[in-house]
Every structure is written in C-alpha cells, then in structure tokens.
C-alpha cells in the first residue's frame, strides 16, 4: 500500500475501535484485515481508536481528509447512531484533518439518516415488484450498485436496502418485523453493519490483495468489480434465505440458514454476470442522498 492508502486503513480500523465494545470476533476480523494489508495486526490494534499525530500530513490533499473522515464516520455509525466515545473520536479526526466542520456535520447527518432508516416503506428499486424474485432482484441490484460509487457511506447505505428487503420479504408471510430482527437475520449469515463497511473500505483500499474480507467469508465474485459482484451476490442470497426462513414459519436453525445461504450465494455468483451492465448502468443515476431520499418514503 502507498502512504495514503496505509493512513485510510488506520483510520478506518481506528474508528472500528472507537466505540469501545470490539469483541473477541470483531477483533479478529480487524487482525486479519491488517494482516491482509500486510501491517503488523498487533501494534495497528494496540494504536486503538488514538488519531495518527501525522495523519493531516499523510493526507495533506483535500479529496484525502475527505476520505478520511467520510471513512470514520461510515464505519462508527454502521451499528447505529454514534455514541459519545466515537464522536470524540470524529472530533478529534476532525481537528487533526483540518477538515471543514460545516461539511463534516453534513456527513455526520447523513450517516444518522442512514443508520436510523426505518425498514417499513416502499422497494427500493425501479419499479413495483411483483414477486419476491422481482423484489430481491430489485434490492440486489441497488446494492450492487451503492458498492460502485465512490464514497464510502455508500458501503453504509447497503444496509438499510438490504434490512428494507428483508422486512418486505417477512412482510409477505404475515411477518411485522422491526429493524433489530432484521438485522439478526443479518448477523446469522455474518452480513453485521460493521463487517460490511469495514469490508467495503477493504476492497476500494486493498483490491486484490484482500478483494475484502467479506469475499472470503462470502464468496467473491471473479471480474473488475468484484467489490458490486460480492454485494449483489450477499444481498440476493439474504433475500432468498429470508424468503424460505419465513416461508417455513422461521423454523430453520441458525446452521441449517447458513447453509441455505451459501447455496443461494452460489447461484447469485452464476447470476451475477447477466446483470452486471443493470448494476453498472443503476450506479450512474445515484447518489448517496438520493438513498437517504428512497429510505424516508413509507
């Protein structure tokens, strides 16, 4: 890695750090993208969520302070609304960066919208779905998409389109559920908030090094955009998993769902080619709060 992209994955890693409660699993997962960075996983992780004294230096160009604080602020509010330890850290990123504190309220504000999204509302697609398949399709397609842009709280948005497709899912089978058990459907097939950003940042920092941890967990998908293939084939296997766990009255195991998720992550994989050029063309007509926008409509 160059200096810059070194200085990201710092940050990005410290703000993982930042809310104090890292368990044994997250540390793990930390370890090993260090360790896929080729940094020393041990002393990166005794640093803790303490901002680099030289970091305004690193990134001395404006579009790298911005990465740098869009980064911290996607990865503290991928479980939820910042707490008080991990805005002192954004404070602190903040004033080392020298960044604008006008827009980083902006970016704070847009990553609340984005955490607190409600899952209940309308597909989040082009169109009306008429089936299920429509629906995942739809869903799968978006986040494939969001994996695209450049921004890292595009990585954050991926999340509330896939817990609006699950609650859509749940709500065909007479389920009314709420955003906390929609994500631990997530959690059952390793998709957790944090993961998923922190893997998002893995691919645009690492490419083939890493192709992300979350395309060793998951499975990723061969091509220039690996990054969108991974998303898409994660989000359409959750949709489908959803669509039979409900389906059966949510009688399947946590082992029994996870397998059914890596079959249908297969199959997304042989899909994926067929509806890269959707995914690559829905990417051009979006933006991050045109996602804050789709979230809001009930």
Same mark, same amino acid.
Do not use: W
């Given at each position: 890695?160059?200096?810059?992209?070194?200085?990201?994955?710092?940050?990005?890693?410290?703000?993982?750090?930042?809310?104090?409660?890292?368990?044994?699993?997250?540390?793990?997962?930390?370890?090993?993208?260090?360790?896929?960075?080729?940094?020393?996983?041990?002393?990166?992780?005794?640093?803790?969520?303490?901002?680099?004294?030289?970091?305004?230096?690193?990134?001395?160009?404006?579009?790298?302070?911005?990465?740098?604080?869009?980064?911290?602020?996607?990865?503290?509010?991928?479980?939820?609304?910042?707490?008080?330890?991990?805005?002192?850290?954004?404070?602190?990123?903040?004033?080392?960066?020298?960044?604008?504190?006008?827009?980083?309220?902006?970016?704070?504000?847009?990553?609340?919208?984005?955490?607190?999204?409600?899952?209940?509302?309308?597909?989040?697609?082009?169109?009306?779905?008429?089936?299920?398949?429509?629906?995942?399709?739809?869903?799968?397609?978006?986040?494939?998409?969001?994996?695209?842009?450049?921004?890292?709280?595009?990585?954050?948005?991926?999340?509330?389109?896939?817990?609006?497709?699950?609650?859509?899912?749940?709500?065909?089978?007479?389920?009314? #559920?709420?955003?906390?058990? *929609?994500?631990? %459907? /997530? &959690?059952? +097939?390793?998709? !957790?908030? $944090?993961?998923? =950003?922190?893997?998002?940042?893995?691919?645009? #920092?690492?490419?083939?090094? *890493?192709?992300? %941890? /979350? &395309?060793? +967990?998951?499975? !990723?998908? $061969?091509?220039? =955009?690996?990054?969108?293939?991974?998303?898409?084939?994660?989000?359409?296997?959750?949709?489908?998993?959803?669509?039979?766990?409900?389906?059966?009255?949510?009688?399947?195991?946590?082992?029994?769902?996870?397998?059914?998720?890596?079959?249908?992550?297969?199959?997304?994989?042989?899909?994926?080619?067929?509806?890269?050029?959707?995914?690559?063309?829905?990417?051009?007509?979006?933006?991050?709060?045109?996602?804050?926008?789709?979230?809001?409509?009930?």
């Amino acid at each position: 890695m160059n200096p810059r992209e070194d200085a990201l994955l710092r940050v990005g890693i410290a703000a993982a750090l930042a809310d104090g409660t890292c368990d044994a699993n997250e540390r793990r997962h930390l370890e090993r993208l260090a360790e896929a960075a080729g940094l020393d996983a041990g002393a990166v992780l005794a640093e803790g969520a303490t901002v680099p004294a030289d970091l305004g230096v690193r990134l001395h160009d404006a579009e790298g302070r911005r990465s740098a604080y869009d980064l911290a602020v996607a990865v503290c509010s991928a479980d939820g609304v910042t707490n008080d330890a991990e805005r002192r850290f954004l404070d602190s990123l903040r004033a080392e960066l020298g960044y604008d504190e006008a827009a980083a309220t902006r970016e704070l504000a847009t990553a609340g919208a984005l955490a607190s999204a409600p899952v209940a509302g309308e597909v989040l697609g082009d169109g009306p779905a008429a089936t299920v398949d429509d629906l995942v399709l739809q869903h799968a397609v978006l986040a494939g998409a969001l994996e695209m842009l450049p921004q890292s709280l595009a990585n954050l948005a991926v999340i509330p389109v896939q817990l609006r497709m699950v609650y859509l899912v749940g709500q065909r089978h007479g389920m009314q #559920l709420d955003a906390t058990q *929609a994500k631990e %459907l /997530l &959690g059952t +097939f390793g998709l !957790g908030a $944090a993961v998923q =950003v922190l893997d998002g940042v893995a691919r645009r #920092l690492l490419g083939g090094v *890493a192709r992300g %941890l /979350l &395309g060793k +967990f998951l499975g !990723g998908v $061969a091509g220039g =955009v690996a990054g969108a293939g991974t998303v898409f084939a994660a989000t359409y296997a959750l949709g489908h998993a959803a669509e039979q766990y409900y389906g059966q009255g949510r009688r399947l195991s946590p082992d029994d769902l996870r397998a059914l998720f890596a079959r249908l992550r297969d199959q997304a994989q042989e899909l994926y080619p067929r509806v890269r050029a959707q995914i690559e063309e829905r990417s051009k007509t979006l933006d991050v709060q045109k996602i804050v926008a789709m979230l809001g409509r009930r």
